[in-house]
């Protein structure tokens, strides 16, 4: 499995399809938000509907998994004030 870093991917996507091949892009969506602080931070939500191997004859069993993580975004200059 490939290893996540900075500038190592272009897009939180790439990074994403990357690390779990069963994803698609329609898989994951992100925002961008501003903390009562001013500081910027990045959530990135993955969707996968997870369907169980062993389950009821005829039925198939399908969970919907869903995991956000939140990430706050560097100043792109330093602050020194």
């Given at each position: 499995m490939a290893?996540?870093?900075?500038?190592?991917?272009?897009?939180?996507?790439?990074?994403?399809?990357?690390?779990?091949?069963g994803?698609?892009?329609?898989?994951?969506?992100?925002s961008?938000?501003?903390?009562?602080?001013?500081?910027?931070?990045?959530?990135?939500?993955?969707?996968?509907?997870?369907?169980?191997?062993?389950?009821?004859?005829g039925?198939?069993?399908?969970?919907?998994l869903?995991?956000?993580?939140?990430?706050r975004?560097?100043?792109?200059?330093?602050?020194?004030?």
């Open positions: 290893q996540a870093q900075s500038g190592y991917y272009q897009t939180y996507q790439d990074a994403a399809l990357a690390n779990a091949p994803l698609t892009a329609s898989n994951l969506s992100s961008s938000r501003t903390d009562a602080n001013g500081n910027t931070y990045q959530s990135v939500t993955v969707t996968y509907n997870f369907t169980l191997v062993t389950g009821f004859e039925a198939n069993i399908t969970i919907p869903t995991r956000t993580v939140q990430v975004v560097a100043p792109t200059l330093p602050n020194f004030s």
